[in-house]
Nanobody
Framework: QVQLSETGGGLVQAGGSLTLTCSASGGTLKDYAVAWFRQAPGKDREFVALISWTGGSTEFLASVKGRFLISRKTLIMKNLKPEDTAVYYC????????????????WGRGTQVTVAS
């Protein structure tokens, strides 16, 4: 099982952009479906985006569709809004894919994204 780590978080003004990277150690993400989740203070962990094992299929949370792009290693976030503020996690699984965080076996520790208004 791979170990994941996220980088690229930070503080940005509303309307700005950030690119988050999900790095794997102990293996590669080649055979994994990859998803991003986020968790704001006092809220449940929320699905953000996913990409299939082949990269041929993607899904997005409705509120980020058109602003976020996902690849197997990155989450590109554009036109950020204060409501995007959260800790962002990448997750991966060799078998399962979907919007439920319980489907994923590997998780990173998260990276903080703060969007100032």
């Amino acid at each position: 099982q791979v170990q994941l780590s996220e980088t690229g978080g930070g503080l940005v003004q509303a309307g700005g952009s950030l690119t988050l990277t999900c790095s794997a150690s102990g293996g590669t993400l080649k055979d994994y479906a990859v998803a991003w989740f986020r968790q704001a203070p006092g809220k449940d962990r929320e699905f953000v985006a996913l990409i299939s094992w082949t990269g041929g299929s993607t899904e997005f949370l409705a509120s980020v569709k058109g602003r976020f792009l996902i690849s197997r290693k990155t989450l590109i976030m554009k036109n950020l809004k204060p409501e995007d503020t959260a800790v962002y996690y990448c997750a991966a699984d060799r078998v399962n894919i979907g919007r439920d965080p319980n489907l994923y076996e590997a998780w990173g520790r998260g990276t903080q994204v703060t969007v100032a208004s």
